[in-house]
C-alpha cells in the first residue's frame, strides 16, 4: 500500500525534469557593494564574465521582502481551488507546473504579474480586486523599492561601460510603458520523491531570461544554479539578505554580446 501511493506521486510528476543532486556549490560568484565607489567596474566584469552578481548594501529595505515573503507565503497556503481561480496563466496569473506556452514542466507554482501600473493585464487587474489589500500593497513597496535599485544598477553598467546618455539602458524599464514583470516562485518541497530517485527535481527549467535584466531574491533555500561559460552547472550559495542579478537577453543584444546573458534553473 505505501509503495503504491508512493509510486502515484511519481506518476504525476513523470513529465518534470530531475537532476543529479551532485551539482558542486559555487563560492566565486561576484559580490558586488552598490555603495561601492568602484562598483561600476566590479558589475561590468561579473556580467561579461558570468552575467550574474550578487548584490549587497542595496537600498531596499528588509522589511519590505519580509512583508512581501509573508503574503506571498498566505497566498501560497491557500487552498489549489482558491489559487486556480488566479489562473490559468495567460501569460500572467497562476500556474502550477506548467511553465510558459511552450510545455515546460517543473515542480513549482508561480504567481506572474505586471509589474508597471500602467500596463496592467486584466489577469493582473483582477488578481488584485480579489486578493487582499495587504498582498497588494506588500507587492508594490516591493515593486517600487527593487525598481529604483535596479535603475541605479542598470545606469551604473552604462557608466562602466562607457555608454552615453547614462540612462541608454534604463530608459526602456524607466519608461512609463514599460512592460516589466514581478514573478513569485514557490518550490513546494518532495522529499518522497528525493528519498525514492535519489534525484532532485528540477523547479524551473534551464533558460535564459528575454528581458534587459533580472532581480532575484530567494529565501535562505539553496536552489538556484548557473551555467558556467565552460557550461558546468554549479549552484548558488542563498542569502536572503542580497540580491541576484542577471542579465538577460535583451541586455546581451543591446551590448553586442559584451555583458552574457545567463543560463540558469532552480
Ligand atoms: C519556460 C519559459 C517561461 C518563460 C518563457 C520560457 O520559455 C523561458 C523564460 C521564462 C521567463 C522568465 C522571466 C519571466 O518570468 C517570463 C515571463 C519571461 O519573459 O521569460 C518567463 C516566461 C513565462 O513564464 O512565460
Ligand atoms: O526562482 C528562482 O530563483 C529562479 C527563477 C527564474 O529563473 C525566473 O523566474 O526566471
Ligand atoms: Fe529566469
Not at 100 to 112: A, K, R, T, V
Not at 117 to 130: A, D, L, M, V, Y
Amino acid at each position: 500500500m505505501v509503495v503504491h501511493s508512493q509510486s502515484t506521486a511519481l506518476d504525476h510528476c513523470s513529465l518534470i525534469k530531475t537532476c543529479k543532486p551532485t551539482t558542486s556549490v559555487f563560492n566565486g560568484i561576484p559580490v558586488v557593494n552598490l555603495r561601492d565607489p568602484e562598483a561600476k567596474t566590479l558589475i561590468v566584469k561579473a556580467c561579461e564574465e558570468y552575467g550574474f552578481f550578487k548584490l549587497v548594501n542595496h537600498s531596499v529595505p528588509m522589511e519590505f521582502t519580509t512583508r512581501l515573503e509573508t503574503e506571498a507565503l498566505k497566498f501560497f497556503n491557500f487552498p489549489q481551488s482558491d489559487k486556480d481561480k488566479a489562473g490559468p496563466p495567460d501569460p500572467f496569473g497562476y500556474g502550477c507546473k506548467m511553465i510558459g506556452s511552450n510545455g515546460d514542466m517543473g515542480w513549482i507554482e508561480y504567481l506572474l504579474l505586471n509589474a508597471n501600473p500602467q500596463i496592467t493585464s486584466h489577469k493582473t487587474h483582477t488578481f488584485f480586486r480579489e486578493n487582499p489589500e495587504n498582498f497588494r500593497s506588500a507587492v508594490d513597496d516591493y515593486i517600487q523599492a527593487v525598481k529604483r535599485m535596479t535603475f541605479e544598477v542598470v545606469e551604473l553598467m552604462a557608466d562602466g561601460l562607457k555608454i552615453e546618455p547614462r540612462d541608454a539602458l534604463s530608459r526602456p524599464l524607466r519608461d512609463d510603458k514599460s512592460d516589466s514583470c514581478f514573478r513569485l516562485n514557490h518550490y513546494p518541497p518532495c522529499p518522497a520523491f528525493q528519498a525514492l530517485s535519489g534525484r532532485n527535481l528540477i523547479g524551473f527549467g534551464e533558460h535564459t531570461d528575454p528581458q534587459i535584466i533580472s532581480v532575484l531574491r530567494s529565501n535562505n533555500t539553496s536552489g538556484l544554479q548557473i551555467c558556467l561559460k565552460d557550461k558546468t552547472w554549479v549552484s548558488v550559495p542563498p542569502d536572503q539578505t542580497s540580491f541576484f542579478i542577471n542579465v538577460g537577453d535583451a541586455l546581451q543584444v543591446m551590448t553586442n554580446g559584451r555583458l552574457r546573458s545567463v543560463k540558469h534553473r532552480y
